[in-house]
């Protein structure tokens, strides 16, 4: 279509922002011209219900876009912004930006590309329908560009994270010495697992108490989703760029010290522990990810902060995070519709309700309520491990990963769960199942001393459940990962087992599942009422 030209020939443009891409120099916005083009920010249900997402995680996507929109506007840039309850709000993306080509008649429509994959049907579904061009900009918020990860994909079929690493390692001089990884590896993780001494006080998080146009937001997400899963009392999330730097600042100087030695410890009351809470701002765009890694770098140059720290904290975001998404776009669709393990039974209802005589499992679905925040071991090991050894439907584990956590996108969520913890890729991401016994939580944490079950019993109704279900998952996957060399340990001991022993283990676990009910919730519904 031609481009109508207005005053000085220049056109005007559409920018659509969506709510995770609140980052100034996003490609949707680098070339604005604040004379002529409009920012196009909209508040919709369907996003905020198309999973039923904590109340945390709308009321801090909203507060943070009101606050970039303020931003903008101070700029002097005009901003479209669509609340919520704007009496025409037409409750979806692809509502909203119709709205808004009819009231403004621009030029062209231009956006980032999105998150996630349904996103971005809709947005190719806007080049058919609008009666403009909408152009879509790749994503320059990552440090490794989509198709270079489709490149490094192409023609393998396992996709390992530290090999993708070092390269990224390379790629951007990160911790890198004349060309070698540096302290001379790449790797410090076996330095990393010490469990917390008691006695040992971690730093307070640091809150940032609600302004007022968060406690709005608050009030409207309070009433508009009542019904959804989580509480908003502790909501102190950073909702704008210079309260996300001052978390990032905090981070560096009181936690990053101590951040890999206690990376995979847990403890009853600290759901934070050296943790950085950044993701929630990293995945909204209020922080970048090559600002937060080069953050950390200099901590280690300066002296202030131990290598293995600084490179486990690394790992995470040019790793784990470049790596995640890269799989999550070379994989998708198909990958979400694997089930390598054919897992099928229903989520039970205390990964809702917390109420289990699991302690782990109720101290972290406790502290996901309160805060939409679980750490990272939480995530892969308590309700990770458990999903895995109970065989729990990928579909629904997946949605409640997406709902629970104010950093959830499917971009992130999907391979960590589906690849990562539940193995449902067949082994596309990890060489083998996550899977642990009770002896592995007890070790990290101080859970199992207040639990109603005894993680030193193997078998028997007061035997910690993780210790049966971990061996019954084995059994019942023999066919599929005794093959598997990194499991060649587990399975000799399987074997070494009489066959007494593999039927109490059934036993056990087959009571158990048949206590768990499960939640016969259709999956697009996920969450409590
Ligand atoms: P820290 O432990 O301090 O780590 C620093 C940063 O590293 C994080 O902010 C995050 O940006 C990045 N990071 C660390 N691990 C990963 C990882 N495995 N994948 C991607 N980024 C990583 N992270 C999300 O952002 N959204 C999710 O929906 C999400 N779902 C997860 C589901 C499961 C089952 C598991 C095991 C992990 C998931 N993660 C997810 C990764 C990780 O648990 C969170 O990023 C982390 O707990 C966020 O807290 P933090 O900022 O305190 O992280
Ligand atoms: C998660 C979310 C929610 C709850 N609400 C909105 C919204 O009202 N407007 C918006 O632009 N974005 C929202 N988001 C984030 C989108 O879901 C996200 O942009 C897509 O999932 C693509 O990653
Ligand atoms: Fe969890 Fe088992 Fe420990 Fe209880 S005993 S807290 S169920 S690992």
């Known amino acids: 279509m031609a481009a109508r030209r207005r005053t000085g020939g220049a056109r005007r443009t559409l920018r659509f922002v969506l709510g995770d891409q609140l980052t100034r120099p996003v490609s949707s916005l680098i070339d604005l011209d604040p004379e002529h083009?409009?920012?196009l920010m909209v508040e919709v249900r369907d996003e905020a219900t198309y999973v039923r997402h904590h109340k945390q995680k709308i009321a801090f996507l909203f507060a943070a876009m009101r606050h970039f929109a303020a931003e903008l506007e101070a700029e002097g840039i005009a901003v479209d912004y669509v609340r919520l309850t704007d009496p025409d709000n037409a409750g979806s993306f692809t509502g909203e930006l119709e709205r808004a080509v009819a009231r403004h008649r621009p030029d062209r429509v231009v956006v980032t590309e999105p998150g996630e994959w349904r996103v971005l049907q809709m947005m190719q579904d806007w080049r058919e329908t609008l009666p403009v061009p909408v152009e879509i900009r790749g994503d320059n918020r990552f440090l490794c560009p989509r198709e270079d990860f489709a490149r490094w994909a192409e023609g393998r079929h396992h996709l390992r994270m530290e090999t993708f690493y070092r390269g990224m390692r390379r790629r951007t001089g990160l911790l890198m010495d004349a060309g070698e990884p540096a302290g001379g590896r790449w790797n410090f993780d076996a330095e990393n697992r010490k469990r917390l001494p008691k006695g040992q006080r971690p730093p307070d998080r640091i809150g940032f108490q609600p302004d007022p146009m968060t406690r709005e937001v608050i009030a409207l997400v309070e009433q508009e989703f009542a019904g959804h899963?989580?509480?908003?009392?502790q909501f102190s999330w950073p909702v704008t760029r210079s309260d996300a730097l001052a978390a990032l600042r905090h981070f560096i100087a009181q936690c990053l010290p101590t951040f890999g030695d206690f990376q995979d410890a847990m403890k009853i009351g600290a759901p934070f522990l050296y943790h950085a809470l950044l993701s929630p701002a990293l995945n909204a765009g209020l922080l970048t990810a090559e600002e937060t890694c080069w953050a950390a770098e200099r901590a280690y140059r300066e002296g202030a902060a131990p290598l293995n720290a600084v490179e486990g904290f690394i790992r995470q975001i040019l790793g784990w995070r470049e790596y995640v998404r890269g799989v999550?776009?070379?994989r998708m669709p198909e990958y979400r519709d694997t089930n390598a393990l054919k897992a099928g039974r229903d989520l039970p209802w205390f990964y809702w309700s917390g109420e289990t005589g699991l302690n782990c499992i109720a101290q972290v679905?406790?502290?996901?309520r309160a805060h939409a925040y679980a750490h990272h071991i939480q995530r892969l090991m308590v309700t990770g491990n458990f999903a895995l050894i109970a065989g729990l439907d990928p579909a629904q584990v997946e949605e409640w990963y997406l709902?629970?956590?104010?950093?959830?996108?499917e971009w992130v969520e999907l391979p960590n769960v589906h690849g990562?913890?539940?193995?449902?890729?067949g082994g596309v991401m990890g060489s083998k199942p996550y899977a642990a016994s009770g002896a592995y939580i007890d070790r990290m944490s101080d859970y199992c001393g207040s639990c109603n079950y005894d993680v030193k019993v193997k078998s028997g109704p007061r035997a910690c459940p993780f210790n049966y279900l971990y061996w019954n998952f084995l059994?019942?996957?023999?066919?599929?990962?005794?093959g598997n060399q990194r499991m060649s340990m587990p399975y000799r001991t399987l074997r070494g087992m009489t066959d007494r022993r593999r039927?109490?283990?059934?036993?056990?676990?087959?009571t158990f599942l048949a206590s768990l009910g499960g939640r016969p919730a259709p999956v697009s519904q996920g969450g409590p009422d």
């Open 37 to 39: 083009d409009v920012v």
């Open 475 to 482: 059994i019942e996957n023999e066919d599929r990962l005794a």
């Open 229 to 233: 899963f989580g509480d908003l009392a």
């Open 328 to 330: 999550y776009w070379a």
């Open 503 to 510: 039927g109490e283990i059934r036993h056990d676990a087959a």
């Open 420 to 425: 990562m913890v539940l193995w449902a890729d």
């Open 365 to 368: 679905v406790t502290d996901t």
């Open 403 to 409: 709902i629970v956590f104010a950093d959830a996108y």
